[in-house]
């Protein structure tokens, strides 16, 4: 993936390539193509077909082409690096048109490009992206410029899309972030006293020991024995696949806990089986301590 | 020699159901006025009310629509089905001291149609609350429903114990055999077998459909008052000889797991030992027991934390026709709330009172004392009643 250096750099090589032209259009500026225009438009003007001059807005209908793949342009050069480095969302923020003069009826068109600026990348709110902005100018068979048009797009990271929040969430206060932040460095956290060792889970505020309200952890060694179990079937539980197995596991650091166990068929659970813990992300955010089969 | 002077002087309920069609203030209303009756009580006499913390109607409301006047004592007892025999415990602390002279304990609920407990809530882990952080240690393993959360201690007592799936069956199958001979049960003429319990589908192993109790609409109240009182009211009292709440040390609601062992309910032992020191009784004394059954494992672990049995040996107890009518501790003749209906422990209350009337559907012959538990797996309560000889 092309970083964002890098892109800003293919940008200034666009921008110095000054203008590009672009195929001619592929037929003169032709009074059915205005009458088309001016009825899907609803502009009863009559001034257009009577002096036969285009309306000017009219400017990017004579040389508009179908997407080509292979299109080398700097503008496609500078979009498919974008779409290659992620950036694949575009809306469309800038269009700015100045006419120079009328089209007349029977000039063949021709599109020029200027690749101007790539600024970025930017926070918005459809997500990090940059604006990419060029111009078109249009001239007509002598090289004479009838109207340009600046054109600027965000081409933007979608944002990834968020995994449905795990509805079984647990509260977490002060006396039990550190066993969830813990988890989700993949550290089995196990309270202990500061002042008298003991080990403790579920953790708590004061040690019902020495009455010490000093608290540190050990981080388990992460091996368990499965001291009891339950095959959850019915009723269905939210965020849940049904059969799943919870058990209360012991661990050789003096402390049980409870979890799932998983990466095993729930007829092959029994109580005295060896387990070790893994860390599942439920959602974006939380993480659960679970538990694998392991050799004894 | 309890400290206690007080009796259960009137029950009450509404019909048990799957969609009671009224709201559970009604219920309330109903059930409380129905307890009035049978003690022939007038609201206007009512000065004290007991319910659980999660009963949704508020004492006042429940006293506006009966027309109960003036309030003396109120009191509210938490942690669920462990609630039931603490209303009572409370209301005859409230009689003993004065505090109150009649007190209606009540549970109302819409559990079928309304809010069903069975159902996972995936809110519970995530409250700031001290049991919202408890549940958090369990809920988003999808630990999140009461079967699943006594399913582990089951697995750890079949597993200590060599005890099986069909050894749980026969408590559901004695529990739907007083059921079916019991016109207010759910499950009146519907009695299952054990090929019944083995063929229903797993819920949370190891417990299978035919393990938990059944969802219910309905309510249940209970007069307390003193026992010279209830002595010049309309029905006999049963006498409230013991009544005790326990919590255990490492307690939490339905997921003590982190407790030495598992096999076993402290807090209902804590409960048991202070309703035989307030009685002077043993299990011996006890005709018959009311065991809170909303699933199966549990009443095997109470049979033995309250000393009907020694550890461990509750499958066989059971086995033996031990908790059947007719065996050596009839538990839950009326059929249980595996088998009656899940009125929160409340419906278990009125039982142990009718059988000391005499008045029960499945009468146990020569009942002078009952012993009634609660909730189990939470903290819980318990009490001895007893009929007024004693």
Not at chain 1, 112 to 127: H, I, S
Not at chain 1, 172 to 177: G, I, L, M, Q, S
Not at chain 1, 246 to 266: D, F, H, K, S, Y
Request: with cysteine; aromatic share 8%.
């Amino acid at each position: 993936m092309t970083g964002d250096g890098e892109l800003r750099e293919l940008a200034a090589k666009q921008a110095a390539l000054g203008e590009v032209a672009g195929a001619p259009a592929a037929d003169p500026v032709n009074v059915p193509m205005i009458r088309h225009w001016l009825s899907a438009m609803g502009d009863a003007n009559p001034v257009y077909l009577d002096t036969g001059v285009a309306p000017p807005a009219m400017a990017q209908v004579w040389t508009m082409q179908a997407p080509v793949s292979g299109d080398r342009s700097p503008v496609n050069v500078m979009m498919t690096a974008l779409d290659a480095a992620g950036y694949t969302g575009v809306v469309a923020t800038n269009c700015e048109q100045t006419y120079h003069r009328y089209a007349r009826v029977g000039e063949l068109l021709t599109p020029a490009t200027r690749f101007t600026d790539l600024a970025g990348p930017k926070r918005t709110a459809l997500g990090v992206g940059f604006f990419a902005t060029w111009v078109i100018t249009w001239y007509a068979d002598a090289g004479e410029p009838v109207a340009e048009m600046l054109f600027r797009v965000l081409k933007f990271r979608p944002p990834e899309k968020r995994a449905e929040p795990y509805p079984l969430r647990p509260a977490v206060n002060r006396d039990t972030a550190f066993f969830w932040e813990g988890v989700r460095r993949g550290e089995l956290r196990v309270q202990s006293c500061a002042d008298c060792g003991e080990l403790r889970h579920p953790p708590g505020p004061m040690c019902p020991r020495c009455h010490s309200v000093n608290r540190a952890h050990v981080v388990a060694g992460g091996e368990g024995v499965v001291y009891s179990y339950v095959v959850h079937h019915h009723p269905p539980v939210p965020g849940r696949e049904t059969p799943f197995v919870v058990a209360v596991v012991e661990l050789p650091e003096g402390v049980r806990i409870v979890g799932n166990v998983v990466g095993c068929p729930p007829e092959s659970v029994d109580v005295g089986m060896p387990v070790r813990v893994t860390y599942r992300p439920m959602d974006d955010e939380l993480v659960l301590p679970v538990w694998t089969p392991r050799e004894s | 020699m309890t400290g206690l002077d007080a009796a259960v002087a009137g029950i009450g309920a509404t019909d048990f159901s799957k969609d009671s069609g009224r709201s559970e203030l009604r219920l309330a209303a109903e059930a409380v006025l129905a307890a009035l009756d049978d003690a022939g009580l007038s609201p206007a006499e009512v000065d004290g009310m007991v319910t659980f913390t999660q009963d949704a109607n508020q004492e006042i409301a429940v006293a506006r629509e009966v027309g109960i006047g003036d309030l003396r004592f109120f009191s509210r007892v938490d942690y669920g089905g462990g609630a039931a025999c603490a209303t009572v415990a409370h209301a005859a602390m409230a009689v003993t001291t004065g505090a109150a002279r009649a007190v209606v304990c009540y549970r109302a609920f819409n559990e079928r149609s309304g809010r069903r407990f069975g159902q996972p809530d995936a809110g519970l882990g995530g409250q700031p609350s001290s049991q919202g952080m408890e549940m958090s240690w369990h809920v988003p393993y999808g630990l999140v429903t009461p079967a699943a959360w006594v399913a582990m201690f089951a697995r750890r007592y079949l597993h200590t114990y060599g005890a099986t799936s069909e050894d749980l069956g026969r408590v559901a199958v004695a529990m739907r055999r007083h059921a079916a001979t019991n016109p207010a049960a759910w499950f009146h003429g519907r009695p299952i077998t054990l090929a019944d319990h083995q063929a229903s589908r797993w819920i949370a192993e190891p417990l299978r459909l035919l393990d938990c109790c059944q969802e219910s609409d309905g309510a249940v109240a209970l007069v307390v008052t003193t026992t010279g009182r209830a002595r010049d009211l309309r029905r006999t009292p049963a006498v409230v000889t013991a009544a005790a709440q326990g919590s255990g040390a490492g307690q939490m609601m339905m997921t003590s797991y982190y407790r030495d062992d598992m096999t076993g309910l402290p807090e209902m032992s804590v409960v048991g030992s202070r309703l035989w020191e307030m009685s002077g009784l043993t299990p011996a004394d006890i005709q018959t027991a009311i065991l809170y059954d909303h699933f199966t494992p549990f009443v095997l672990t109470q049979l033995e934390e309250l000393g009907f049995c020694g550890r461990g040996e509750a499958a066989g107890y059971v086995r033996d026709g031990g908790i059947e009518l007719g065996g050596r501790l009839p538990v839950n003749p009326h059929g249980g709330q595996l088998g009656e209906a899940y009125i929160h422990g409340m419906n278990g209350i009125a039982e142990a009172v009718r059988q000391l009337r005499g008045t029960a559907a499945n009468q146990v012959s020569g009942v002078r004392n009952v012993l009634v538990t609660a909730g189990t797996g939470v903290p819980t309560s318990g009490l001895i009643l007893s009929g007024v000889s004693n």
